[in-house]
């Protein structure tokens, strides 16, 4: 997808990157490198992690864990007959592409790990909390989501290492997010041992002092770029916002719009969403979008739908009642409107994807240009359309305003005289729409399957905005 799109986030705190020195690239070991496989440093691997210490791993949280016996050495009879993976890695350091020695030794480790990524990651956890017990309580309690993220996070950065502009946008607003989450400059290196004790002993064909080298420099260089990011957001904002429930209305038996006051401004644009942590579900964050342009009285809003199994939605529709006090992450986002041109804006919103679609509606009103808006309200039945009176209500007072209400699945009783079908249809029913911006906001199938649509109806690609999809995906509530 080349839609402009927004990435997620990271850590850190005051830089004092002068405590790196055991991370420099070493040719040989290095004394005082710390040991860089549990075998050595643990005599006990993770996986007989202790049962629940205070700020331990529980023993089913290293679940399939269990590392991979080392190479064997060869039978002195003759090799054995080589593997398909094993020959691709006897690729030798050189590419067509121009890909830089240490990009193409990390990809090799990659290529290695990615058929046991999952066992990878519950190994790295579970190094990183048996050696550091004390960081367990930076995560949430249940590490089924998390398991992914930071090291997936780690291997993506690693993957771009040969792409200045892109790794130091992706790592900076990494390492700006990760504040929230209370992370240290001096977590860094812990994490950095443990992600080299877990690749040297899962890469164990690929692993050898060139590659360590290469790993070393990456991870110094992508914690350096956090760490610093974080300093320098510290300046001028907050690591997180306290903001206090004032309104709670139920508008479906499963979606609720929650109405806050942030104990400090918050500064956002519309079009953008925030991260947000409650009190019953501590260090488990979901990222909403702010359902209304920023208000004189500071107030934000979020659209929330109860998905089964979804912790957070779950307890901001069902439990969360004004007084109560949430946590908001730093804004981010670039579904944003572009106020230097008098394009037309073309608005796809598929369910609660409704929310800053409402929002873009409210900053062009308050713009003052009367640029031509098309909304397409999409939901599964007129029932789920729990937001058309007040979208009605803002076509109602905004001539340059159109909104058509698409129903998709469930009946409909006509009273809206609303498109039957998708969204996608709709608009292509009604397109073409050369002269406009679009923005794409809801369920991920919509996300994918909007784009093609008004490429389609001839906005060009790079006129089209929506919040990333892996973010989409990765929220799941
Ligand atoms: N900034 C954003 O992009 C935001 C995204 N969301 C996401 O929106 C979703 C809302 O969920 P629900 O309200 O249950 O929506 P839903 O699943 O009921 O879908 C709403 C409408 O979107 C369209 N749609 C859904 N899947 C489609 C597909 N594969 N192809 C074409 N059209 C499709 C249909 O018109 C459908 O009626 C959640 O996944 C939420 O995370 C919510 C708020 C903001």
């Known amino acids: 997808m080349d839609a402009p799109t927004t990435a997620s986030a990271g850590s850190g705190a005051e830089g004092d990157s002068g405590a790196w020195s ?3 690239p070493s040719p040989a070991k290095s004394p005082e490198r710390p040991a860089e496989t549990p075998e050595e440093r643990d005599p006990e691997p993770p996986p007989a992690a202790p049962d629940d210490g205070p700020a331990g791993v529980r023993a089913d949280e290293t679940h399939g864990a269990a590392p ?3 190479r064997a050495v060869p039978p002195a009879a003759g090799p054995a007959p080589e593997s398909a993976l094993e020959a691709s890695l006897r690729t030798p350091h050189s590419d067509a592409t121009g890909a830089s020695g240490d990009a193409l030794l990390i990809r090799r480790t990659m290529t290695e790990i990615e058929p046991v990524a999952e066992q990878v990651t519950s190994y790295f956890y579970a190094l990183l909390f048996v050696r550091y017990p004390e960081l367990r309580q930076l995560f949430p309690v249940s590490m089924d989501e998390q398991r992914d993220r930071l090291f997936k996070a780690l291997l993506t950065a690693a993957q771009r290492v ?4 892109s790794l130091t946008e992706f790592l900076a607003h990494l390492g700006r997010g ?12 812990a994490v950095g041992e443990c992600l080299l004790g877990t690749l040297s002993r899962y890469a164990t064909l690929s692993w050898d002092d060139q590659t360590e080298g290469a790993w070393i420099r990456a991870y110094t260089r992508i914690s350096q770029i956090m760490i610093d990011a974080a300093a320098e957001d510290e300046v001028t904002s907050p690591a997180w916002w306290d903001a206090e429930v004032v309104a709670h209305e139920l508008r479906t038996s499963d979606i609720a719009i929650v109405t806050v006051r942030p104990d400090q401004p918050y500064p956002f644009l519309a079009g953008q969403y925030t991260s947000v942590e409650t009190p019953w579900w501590p260090r488990v964050w979901r990222h909403y979008s702010f359902a209304a342009a920023p208000r004189s009285d500071g107030l934000l809003s979020f659209h929330v739908k109860a998905v089964p199994a979804g912790w957070v939605s779950g307890a901001l529709v069902h439990r969360a009642r004004p007084g109560d006090v949430i946590r908001l992450g730093p804004p981010t986002g670039s579904m944003t409107v572009d106020h230097t041109t008098d394009n037309g804006l073309l608005c796809l919103g598929g369910g609660t994807g409704i ?6 509606v409210e900053d062009v009103a308050e713009h003052g240009r009367r640029r031509p808006m098309e909304v397409f309200y999409g939901a599964r039945s007129d029932h789920d359309l729990y937001d058309i009176d007040t979208m009605l209500r803002l076509e109602h007072a905004h001539p340059w305003l ?5 129903i998709s699945s469930g009946p409909s009783s006509g009273a809206l005289n609303s498109f039957s079908g998708q969204l996608p249809d709709a608009v292509r029913e009604y ?7 679009a923005y794409v906001s809801g369920p991920p199938g919509l996300i994918r399957s909007g784009v093609d649509a008004l490429v389609g109806v001839g906005v060009p690609s790079d006129r089209i905005r929506h919040d990333a999809l892996e973010e989409l995906v990765a929220a799941g509530e």
Do not use: C, M, N
Request: no cysteine.
């Open 355 to 360: 929310a800053p679609i409402k929002a873009l």
């Open 178 to 189: 990760h504040r929230k989450y209370g992370t240290q400059p001096a977590h860094y290196p």
């Open 68 to 70: 991979p016996p080392r």
């Open 431 to 437: 397109g073409p729409y050369g002269e406009y911006d």
């Open 162 to 165: 040969d792409d200045d502009a």
């Open 402 to 406: 159109s909104v058509r209400p698409v």
């Open 22 to 24: 055991w991370f420099s």
